[in-house]
């Protein structure tokens, strides 16, 4: 079907109803910058309430999320490839690519269905718009959302932190919703989610402890690698929170949840512990390795692929507090629509049990949903085979960008790098290291190679 003839159906299917126009090639104002064009648009009254992208022939599209915050009349999006139509409702989404799967919104001709809604017809489309009822579509009262934000916050630091977010919130505008669910927006839900689990303190270094083979080939590539979550140590973390909040009977749990989808989200584990026996021993190959220091001077901002944040852990009572103001949220229902954090699948991983506590982790995370399809391909991955024998792809990334196709670089600076109390001729490879790591362009002239003052480690 073309947009031609679905166009020629709906106006006959709809041709009685006088408050219903189609229109194709529809221009949309979807922000200040940005001029969307619909291949179709559906008006009721005047104004468009569905929006047609046929993308039968297209590599990839990027579809503006301003659309639907500044038309708040579309509530349907629908694609039209050689399957016929394909309908999402008010969806959270920056870009569509047909022919390649990687993350949610990401969509090929196999996975349509699962990740963009469901096959319907050209009647029932038109049957839809025609019921269209603009009153059910309004925009929630902000102050509804940020009454029930602090209403179910029954810890006093908890209250605290709901209370900073909302003094941080600058407009009314912070909510979708469709028929059965609402949600934050994805840059309030990102804050929400900052202030549960508190801020990176810019001024206080982070350390990474890792093999000495690991560090050589940072030194020789001038990279920095990023593990798939597929690679963690401890598969339990991975579902972690997810399992707490089940046992809470939180039943609107929609998150990554299994393999294929954790192995395009990728992390780099960091500590705020300097020189730590416990680290040297667990992640510092048995004190043979080094511990890497970086400046903590990202933050999460707005259009940055990456989140930093520290993570939460439980009390030793195995509550936990964060994760219960989280399953009170998702219980929530907001004028008849249940609540539901649209970005679960990435902030699930910064919460973990107490028995992990005394690592004092920081996560940094690599946000996968706002790349477009062109800066997607120019990271460069390889697929590795981990200890605990796991297939996994890692990406890798330059400290500095060497050419317009390296967009995305890693975000945090190397300070310097500290030798384990067991590192082999460590005094020799000391003084070597610092010629070695002058020579480097890539790096600091100041960067620095110094020995662990922990001398009687077994």
């Avoid at 399992?243 to 749990?253: A, F």
């Avoid at 003084?431 to 020995?451: A, G, P, R, S």
Wanted: with cysteine; glycine share 4%; aromatic share 12%.
């Amino acid at each position: 079907m073309t947009i031609t003839e679905l166009s020629n159906n709906l106006q006959g299917l709809m041709n009685a109803n006088s408050e219903i126009s189609i229109e194709e090639e529809y221009s949309i104002q979807s922000s200040p910058d940005d001029l969307y064009i619909a291949d179709l648009a559906i008006l009721k009254n005047g104004e468009p309430i569905v929006v047609v992208k046929d993308v039968a022939n297209a590599d990839y599209i990027r579809l503006q999320a301003e659309l639907f915050d500044n038309c708040p009349n579309v509530y349907k999006y629908v694609f039209l490839n050689d399957d016929g139509l394909i309908l999402k409702e008010r969806p959270y989404i920056h870009r569509v690519c047909p022919r390649t799967l990687y993350y949610a919104d990401f969509i090929t001709s196999n996975d349509l269905i699962h990740n963009a809604g469901r096959i319907i017809s050209t009647e029932e489309l038109a049957n839809e718009a025609i019921r269209y009822d603009q009153s059910h579509y309004q925009r929630i009262d902000p102050k509804t959302i940020f009454e029930r934000l602090k209403n179910i916050a029954a810890e006093d630091d908890i209250v605290h932190k709901i209370n900073c977010f909302i003094s941080d919130v600058e407009t009314n505008e912070i909510m979708e919703f469709n028929n059965n669910e609402c949600w934050l927006n994805w840059q309030y839900e990102d804050k929400l989610m900052q202030y549960i689990l508190g801020s990176v303190n810019v001024e206080m270094p982070l350390y990474r402890y890792t093999t000495r083979d690991s560090f050589m080939r940072m030194l020789s590539d001038g990279t920095h690698s990023m593990c798939s979550l597929a690679c963690m140590n401890d598969p339990s973390e991975m579902d972690y929170a997810q399992c707490y909040l089940r046992k809470k009977n939180v039943n609107n749990v929609k998150a990554l949840g299994n393999v294929e989808q954790s192995v395009d989200a990728f992390i780099t584990s960091l500590t705020i512990q300097n020189d730590d026996l416990t680290m040297w021993r667990f992640y510092g190959d048995d004190a043979r390795g080094v511990s890497i220091e970086y400046d903590a001077y990202i933050v999460n901002q707005d259009n940055s692929p990456f989140l930093i944040s520290p993570v939460s852990y439980s009390n030793e009572d195995g509550c936990h507090p964060e994760l219960d103001y989280i399953g009170n949220l998702l219980n929530e229902i907001i004028d008849g629509r249940r609540f539901h954090l649209k970005r679960w699948d990435l902030w699930q991983h910064f919460f973990k049990s107490h028995e992990y506590a005394i690592e004092r982790e920081v996560r940094l995370l690599m946000r996968c949903d706002i790349f477009d399809s062109e800066t997607f391909y120019n990271i460069k991955r390889q697929w590795i085979t981990t200890s605990d024998e796991i297939t996994a792809p890692i990406i890798i990334l330059p400290f500095k960008s060497g050419n317009a196709e390296n967009k995305i670089i890693f975000p945090l600076k190397l300070k310097g790098v500290l030798l384990g109390p067991k590192f082999p001729r460590k005094e020799t490879n000391c003084l070597t290291l610092n010629m070695l790591v002058n020579e480097k362009e890539f790096f600091d002239q100041n960067l620095y190679v110094n020995i662990s003052k922990i001398s009687n480690y077994r």
